[in-house]
């Protein structure tokens, strides 16, 4: 049987493992220098953060007691050089180094030139998601803008042939750091407009600030942002941001990472298409079953099998019809006849010089009646009437001595002149 006792414990194997680092003399009073990310700060004051620099990253705590002496503002990317101690966690058995000091390193000019930028870019729009191009799910040509040696290129390479082989790659060689790395980062970008690309990866590996810096300059950040084609932007390790990252179309946190976003995983496509024909072939078969049931139940149906019901039925309804027309003809017959036998007994139609009469006697009472209200009737009786220029005269002020006058009797018109008047 094992001897038990001599297995460790995972709390006493950190331990241990923390009582050597404690007692390490080179490890009690330490001079680091790097680049701060994932700073916060606690609401106890106590600072969190990791200084890394190339390659390497470690966490790191400042209790409030040091922080509050510190005479500037942490961020994310500032290089600092740092004084303190190298211990362990025992909770999580991580190593980290507890900062007592804390320097600018002379990275917070090109910090504050990066922040600068990045809120007029904002600004103009260039960072807007409704502006961003989608990227398509199955290209057939990708372009990429970066080194042509390096891990970077050989990663996105790599990992596009393995997931899906039948895409097209094309490189623009570029250089990725250096003075006139953002030169000829947009003339390369420009150049791949020429091409039928559908995608266009723009990157490098991972650096220090200053190296990934050509991705901060605002020609590269432009040119990403007029770029015909969709861009990923696949600059350093997961930690770093860049003014490329909020300009391109979507964000990779590695460039292995721009080749998964950019190419679906060939494997996964198969099976879903193979997925779809399956569902494709269920979906006709069970139309193709429910079409045969349908005809079935026709062919089986009591009317198909009885077809002369059908006539019987319609020739049974179409004596209905007839024998109703038929009825209302001859009801509608029998009613105009009465109509006419009634109009024929009428007393008026037997009797028509009755109503004669009748409409005699009413036409001379009008006749009468006018004649009361005719002037000329009252002429006849020695009345006269007397016009000037066809007005009539109603009174002596109306002619003057000399005017000419014409007089109406019932009979005839008189002219006469006015030789005077009272």
Not at 84 to 95: C, D, K, L, M, P
Not at 106 to 127: A, Q, T, V
Request: glycine letters at 4%.
């Amino acid at each position: 049987m094992n001897d038990v006792s001599k297995y460790l414990t995972v709390t006493a194997l950190t331990r241990y493992i923390k009582y050597k680092i404690d007692n390490d003399e080179n490890l009690r009073l330490v001079f680091l220098k790097g680049e701060i990310s994932n700073f916060k700060e606690h609401t106890t004051g106590h600072l969190y953060f990791s200084v890394k620099d190339e390659t390497s990253k470690i966490n790191a705590i400042m209790f409030s007691s040091n922080a509050k002496k510190i005479g500037f503002k942490i961020t994310d990317g500032m290089k600092v050089l740092i004084v303190g101690r190298i211990s362990v966690y025992e909770a999580t058995g991580n190593y980290q180094i507890y900062v007592d000091e804390m320097m600018e390193d002379g990275i917070g000019n090109l910090y504050l030139e990066f922040e600068k930028l990045k809120k007029k870019l904002s600004e103009e729009g260039l960072f807007d998601k409704e502006k961003k191009k989608p990227i398509p799910k199955f290209p057939e040509k990708i372009g990429i803008v970066t080194a042509s040696t390096g891990a970077a290129i050989k990663d996105i390479i790599s990992t596009i042939k393995r997931r899906y082989p039948i895409c097209k790659t094309y490189l623009f060689p570029s250089l990725v750091q250096g003075e006139n790395a953002a030169d000829d980062i947009v003339n390369k970008i420009s150049t791949a407009q020429l091409y039928d690309l559908d995608i266009l990866i723009i990157g490098r590996g991972g650096g220090s600030i200053e190296d990934l810096w050509p991705f901060n300059e605002e020609k590269v950040a432009r040119a990403i942002f007029s770029s015909k084609i969709p861009t990923i932007s696949a600059v350093g390790h997961e930690i770093d941001f860049t003014i490329a990252d909020f300009v391109a179309d979507l964000r990779a946190p590695t460039p292995t990472g721009a080749a998964e976003m950019a190419v679906p995983n060939i494997t996964d496509v198969v099976k879903h298409i193979n997925n779809l024909n399956i569902r494709i072939n269920e979906s006709i078969n069970t139309k193709i079953n429910y079409q045969k049931l349908k005809v079935d139940s026709l062919r089986n149906s009591f009317i198909l099998k009885n077809p002369m019901l059908i006539y019987e039925n319609k020739k049974q309804k179409l004596d209905l019809l007839f024998e109703n027309l038929n009825k209302n003809i001859f009801i509608n017959l029998s009613n105009k006849r009465l109509l006419i036998d009634n109009f024929k007994n009428n007393y008026i139609i037997k009797n028509p010089n009755i109503l004669y009469e009748k409409q005699k006697d009413k036409l001379l009472n009008i006749i009468q009646k006018l004649e009361l209200v005719n002037p000329l009737s009252i002429l006849k009786k020695g009345y006269t009437l007397t016009y000037k220029e066809n007005k009539l005269i109603k009174s002596v002020k109306d002619i003057n001595k000399d005017e000419i006058i014409k007089i109406k009797l019932h009979d005839g018109l008189i002219t006469s002149k006015v030789i005077d008047k009272e």
